[in-house]
Structure formats: structure tokens, C-alpha cells
């Protein structure tokens, strides 16, 4: 965390925002993904991922410790990402409830039999347009869900993972059902998040139906898992956001930024 404020100040940010996971769905994995789970410093019993709980009393106490470091350098906010909030309601409204100053909430997985499979292993199962098509869904049923968050992030997860071998993925093979997403969240009066971590190309056409469809707000997020790729492509993205409409100024539609 001290290294990303550090990262921070050298590029000029003037703020971060810290967005770290609480993921609380149990998952059914590949053998790929417990390979990469245990990589990073995971557990996987038995091909069965239960996510670690979030210990949010150091995470704010860390926060703390770099507002206490870095003051009159940067603007620190700790914030969290809630993985399918929708599924666990008491659990993220208690999370909710610990201090955090921004609430993100994400679609990770989707249902499989015998439980839930990371959405990246649900090709495995069924034709790759289904993946999509169930990703979207469960974004729908987020964004209609009284799940306590603000934005909602990379709403194009799925297509991240779409097989190289099913031919071109294209956002407009499944715009009515992006359309149905955005309206739902927009209804609801949270944000959509820009994801710069390599997806910009995927995201033009979202922008444009989420201010269509009734967007207000946009976030930017860079995904950022280590300190050197934060505020990535933001130039880009706001671009991408400016010329859909949003922009400081424009009045009801708006610009939120988290790294």
C-alpha cells in the first residue's frame, strides 16, 4: 500500500483510492485456477476455493498509517470491492458498515452444477456466448439487488476470457443484453466503472449505451494489482468518457476516479 502511494505522488495523482477485494463466494475451480489462486498466496482444498475473509481493521489501519505519511502529498480513501454482494447480503452490509469510504461492487462468478465456477472456468461448461449471456445476468441482478455499493465495476468481465479459438468476441453480438445491465444500474443510481486494465477497446460502445440508457456517473478504475500500473491509460479514458458526454461541468453526468 506504501509502495502505491509512493507510485502515486511520482506520476502527480493527487488522490487514490484503495479498492482491495472482499470476495465471499465459494467457487468450484479448474485445475488452471487453483494453479494460479495458489500463486499468489491462496488455498484450494479438494478443487474448492473458499475465499479468505477480509481482515478490514488492518487494511484501515494501513490506510491510516499512509494518510499519516503521505499528508499534504496525496488524498488516501479506503474503499472495497465487493464480490457478488447480491449473493451474500448481511455479510456486505457489515462489511459495508466498517469505514470505507467507497463501495464497489463486481460480478466474479457465475453458477455451475455443484456450486459457483469463476466466470473465466464457466466456458468450460457451455458455449462461450451462454458465458456472456449468464455474465450479464448476474450484472442485472446485482444492479437490481439493494446491495450496499456505489459503483459497479468491469461490467465486461466475462469477455475478458473469451476462447481465442470461438472466433472474434464483439460487445454488439450481446448489446440488448449489456442495454438490460446498464438500464438496471442506472435505475438504481450508481455508477459504472471504466476498467483501464488492458480492456479499454471493449469499453467505447459500453460508454456510449450507459449514457443511452440513463447513466449519470462514471468511475475510473485501474484494476491496479501492483503499484506501477495505477492511473494506467486514464488519458485515454477520459477521452473515451468525453466524447460519449461525461465530463466535469456537464450537468448530471459526471466523473468518479479510483485506482
Avoid at 98 to 119: C, D, M, N, Y
Avoid at 197 to 216: C, H, M, V, Y
Wanted: hydrophobic content about 40%; charged content about 20%.
Amino acid at each position: 500500500m506504501r509502495q502505491a502511494c509512493v507510485r502515486a505522488v511520482e506520476i502527480g495523482l493527487l488522490a487514490i483510492t484503495f479498492t482491495d477485494h472482499a470476495d465471499l463466494t465459494t467457487l468450484v475451480v479448474s485445475d488452471a485456477a487453483a494453479e494460479y489462486i495458489r500463486s499468489v498466496g491462496g488455498q484450494v482444498s479438494g478443487g474448492i476455493y473458499r475465499p479468505p475473509p477480509l481482515d478490514a481493521d488492518g487494511y484501515l489501519g494501513c490506510v491510516e498509517q499512509c494518510r499519516s505519511e503521505f499528508a499534504g502529498k496525496l488524498q488516501i480513501a479506503a474503499g472495497v470491492e465487493f464480490g457478488d454482494p447480491h449473493r451474500h447480503p448481511q455479510a456486505a452490509a457489515a462489511l459495508a458498515g466498517s469505514g470505507f469510504q467507497l463501495i464497489v461492487g463486481s460480478v466474479h462468478s457465475l453458477r455451475r452444477p455443484g456450486g459457483f465456477a469463476e466466470a473465466a472456468d464457466r466456458y468450460a461448461d457451455v458455449p462461450a456466448p451462454e458465458v456472456i449471456r449468464e455474465y450479464l445476468a448476474e450484472v442485472t441482478a446485482v444492479a437490481e439487488s439493494s446491495a450496499d455499493f456505489a459503483v459497479l465495476a468491469h461490467v465486461n468481465y466475462a469477455a475478458r476470457y473469451w476462447p481465442a479459438d470461438q472466433g472474434q468476441y464483439r460487445n454488439a453480438d450481446f448489446e440488448g443484453e449489456y442495454r438490460a445491465a446498464l438500464r438496471a444500474l442506472a435505475q438504481s443510481g450508481r455508477a459504472m466503472e471504466i476498467n483501464t486494465s488492458g480492456w479499454l477497446p471493449l469499453e467505447a460502445d459500453l460508454i456510449t449505451w450507459w449514457r443511452e440508457e440513463g447513466g449519470q456517473a462514471i468511475s475510473f478504475g485501474s484494476d491496479a494489482h501492483d503499484p506501477f500500473t495505477i492511473g494506467r491509460e486514464f488519458g485515454t479514458a477520459a477521452a473515451l468518457a468525453q466524447a460519449a458526454g461525461f465530463g466535469p461541468g456537464r450537468r448530471g453526468h459526471g466523473l468518479w476516479v479510483r485506482c
